[in-house]
């Protein structure tokens, strides 16, 4: 069975960084479009940054120069490195699997970010 | 980027009732529509992919159509387990992008 574990969501301080994981199971993070998708509190859905199989790396405005989407084949992990983080990128971040002719056939559960002082 | 809107944002349904949302395209995404039902504090769930196909699993009520720049995802007789979020998301171009949610409210 397909499984996506996130972890690595804490609070953090403005201007700080996080590093957050996604353990993978029951497949191959690098033979899929792997993604990260957040939602403030309150608020709709927003498309963070995928990863697709050859390697390439797409961000959305909000994040681009911020944030680095990245994978360990070894350990079957994706990774969202978050650094200069605002108070607006407090959200829940899930991690996301596409599918044939699918976005995100898969999600994760989340995990909670909170950037305050 | 691409600016996806939903209508109604809102909307107030009782058990049995037709519902239906719309889901409109800045640009045209050809098919490359999602649709995904969020319940509080949890994950989104697919319904919908390439705006008319129905998720393994996902009950028969449930129906996306649409292409181009507009889409509906219609659900034939409302159940009580259908009160939740629906977003629409396009992935014909990155920045992939969701719609700002409709929530269906019971009546």
């Known amino acids: 069975d397909v499984q996506l574990v996130e972890s690595g969501g804490g609070l953090i301080q403005p201007g700080g960084s996080l590093r957050l994981s996604c353990v993978a199971s029951g497949f191959s993070v690098s033979d899929y479009y792997m993604s990260w998708v957040r939602q403030a509190p309150g608020k709709g859905l927003e498309w963070v940054s995928t990863?697709?199989?050859?390697?390439?790396?797409f961000y959305a405005d909000s994040v681009r120069g911020r944030f680095s989407i990245s994978r360990d084949n070894s350990h079957n992990t994706l990774y969202l490195q978050m650094n200069n983080l605002r108070a607006e990128d407090t959200a829940v971040y899930y991690c996301?699997?596409?599918?044939?002719?699918?976005?995100?056939?898969?999600w994760g559960q989340g995990t909670v970010v909170t950037v305050s002082s | 980027d691409v600016q996806m809107t939903q209508s109604p944002s809102t909307l107030s349904a009782s058990v049995g009732d037709r519902v239906t949302i719309t889901c409109r395209a800045s640009?045209?995404?050809?098919?490359?529509l999602a649709w995904f039902q969020q319940k509080p504090g949890r994950a989104p769930k697919p319904l919908i992919y390439?705006?008319?196909n129905l998720e393994s699993g996902v009950p028969s009520r449930f129906s996306g159509s649409g292409s181009g720049t507009e889409f509906t995802l219609t659900i034939s007789s409302l159940q009580p387990d259908d009160f939740a979020t629906y977003y629409c998301q396009q992935y014909n171009t990155f920045s992939w992008t969701f719609g700002q949610g409709t929530k269906v409210e019971i009546k």
């Open positions: 390439k705006a008319s």
């Open positions: 996301a699997r596409d599918g044939s002719q699918r976005s995100f056939q898969y």
């Open positions: 990863l697709d199989r050859a390697g390439t790396t």
């Open positions: 640009q045209s995404v050809n098919s490359w």
